[in-house]
């Protein structure tokens, strides 16, 4: 056991986030999360990444772009589709002050997700099993949102989570000019092929 976290640590990376600095346990809960997303994986197939750390590095590559404008400090925030943990879960052990809410219907990916919320013993996650559109509405001031599907599905599923004072942080792919070309967004060009889309106050609404 102890072999495999210390090569769950050699993929964990070491990042600063440009907009603001990581917990001090970060790193360390990184390469846990790593561990169990990989004994996970080896039982129920929950993603087909084979480099965990690149796909932690593009979760946290979002993050700068919410959070570099000082007038923006979220309470709250829904991930949609949280899956095995990109970007969601990365995010919210990246901001212990941000109460977050991962939504995912899959019961093998929801049973990962909450297994490892409780093992890192991460209190400011809630995982909900269950479609995002079929829950209680409540307010959040950041929705974020990983290949789930169009912006015109997305905003009509969050339908009642959002006000105009929200923000939208999406990962999207190299055609995510074309899908936002009605709105307003600011869209910023990543590695190998990713945009990440900022939608923030009445432009995310219809």
């Avoid at 997303?37 to 129920?44: K, Q, R, S």
């Avoid at 700068?64 to 052990?93: C, E, H, Q, R």
């Avoid at 297994?115 to 209680?136: S, V």
């Amino acid at each position: 056991r102890s072999s495999d976290l210390n090569k769950a640590r050699e993929n964990a990376p070491h990042v600063r986030s440009r907009a603001k600095l990581m917990p001090p346990n970060f790193n360390e809960n990184c390469a846990r999360f790593c561990q169990i997303l990989a004994e996970f994986n080896a039982v129920h197939s929950l993603s087909n990444y084979d480099d965990f750390r690149k796909q932690i590095d593009d979760s946290l590559a979002g993050l700068d772009y919410v959070l570099n404008d000082g007038n923006f400090a979220p309470k709250t925030a829904i991930d949609v589709g949280s899956g095995a943990g990109f970007p969601g879960f990365i995010l919210a052990m990246a901001t212990p002050e941000i109460s977050w809410h991962l939504f995912e219907p899959n019961p093998k990916k929801s049973a990962f997700l909450t297994y490892a919320k409780l093992n890192l013993g991460l209190k400011n996650i809630k995982i909900h099993r269950a479609k995002i559109e079929n829950e209680p509405k409540f307010h959040a001031d950041l929705i974020t949102s990983r290949a789930l599907g169009k912006i015109d599905f997305l905003l009509k599923i969050c339908a009642g989570f959002f006000d105009e004072k929200s923000k939208f942080l999406l990962y999207k792919g190299s055609t995510a000019k074309d899908e936002f070309a009605k709105f307003n967004a600011q869209i910023y060009n990543g590695k190998n092929n990713r945009n990440y889309v900022v939608l923030k106050g009445r432009k995310c609404s219809l």
